[in-house]
T-cell receptor, first 114, second 114 residues
Framework: AQSVSQHNHHVILSEAASLELGCNYS??????LFWYVQYPGQHLQLLLK??????LVKGIKGFEAEFIKSKFSFNLRKPSVQWSDTAEYFC????????????FGTGTRLAVRP | KAGVTQTPRYLIKTRGQQVTLSCSPI?????VSWYQQTPGQGLQFLFE???????NKGNFPGRFSGRQFSNSRSEMNVSTLELGDSALYLC?????????????FGPGTRLTVL
């Protein structure tokens, strides 16, 4: 069974600071990797995804993530955060053979101070 | 294109009762997945339905059940409610015919068990 761990539960940054949120997964087979974001009072929405190919993937709103297979990691980055990035961020994995089942990390709450 | 809709949005029940939650996927989507979101456990996968068949199941007791209709709408039922069932129940839909399909989440149903 797959599992996902997110190292930071709460992160507080000032606007324009750089962001990196850690995500490690545990699974022996092929996985698809995702970052979802949940803005206050809104639905979960997809930020970016990795299925194959270039391990550096770019998503919406200036976010990117790098898949490092040897480290089982898929860290999320943004060079300069904005107040509007305040949200909860979830890393998720889907074993390629398990349909739509997503295994989520526990989430990281990001607060950006204006 | 209308998004995933869930009804009702809020529900209050007492211990021992049962509850049925409904999810209408995006038009054309054939896969519906259900997740439970709690502050302590985060997002946990309940089950996935594809073309009226349960394709995946999480580690929840048999009190949690679901079904999918021919129009892809899905319901989940929780019988003999316990206090610990208080949670936000999220539904997600996708085309379902490929591991690369994006899942779209609904706003959730917030269930409170008293």
């Amino acid at each position: 069974a797959q599992s996902v761990s997110q190292h930071n539960h709460h992160v507080i940054l000032s606007e324009a600071a750089s962001l990196e949120l850690g995500c490690n997964y545990s699974y022996g087979g092929t996985v698809n990797l995702f970052w979802y974001v949940q803005y206050p009072g809104q639905h979960l929405q997809l930020l970016l995804k990795y299925f194959s190919g270039d391990p550096l993937v770019k998503g919406i709103k200036g976010f990117e993530a790098e898949f490092i297979k040897s480290k089982f990691s898929f860290n999320l980055r943004k060079p300069s955060v904005q107040w509007s990035d305040t949200a909860e961020y979830f890393c998720a994995v889907n074993a390629a053979s398990s349909g739509d089942k997503l295994t989520f990390g526990t989430g990281t709450r990001l607060a950006v101070r204006p | 294109k209308a998004g995933v809709t869930q009804t009702p949005r809020y529900l209050i029940k007492t211990r021992g009762q049962q509850v049925t939650l409904s999810c209408s996927p995006i038009s054309g989507h054939r896969s519906v997945s259900w997740y439970q979101q709690t502050p302590g456990q985060g997002l946990q996968f309940l089950f996935e339905y594809f073309s009226e068949t349960q394709r995946n199941k999480g580690n929840f007791p048999g009190r949690f059940s679901g079904r999918q209709f021919s129009n892809s709408r899905s319901e989940m039922n929780v019988s003999t409610l316990e206090l610990g069932d208080s949670a936000l129940y999220l539904c997600a839909s996708s085309l379902g015919d490929s591991p690369y399909n994006e899942q779209f989440f609904g706003p959730g149903t917030r269930l409170t068990v008293l």
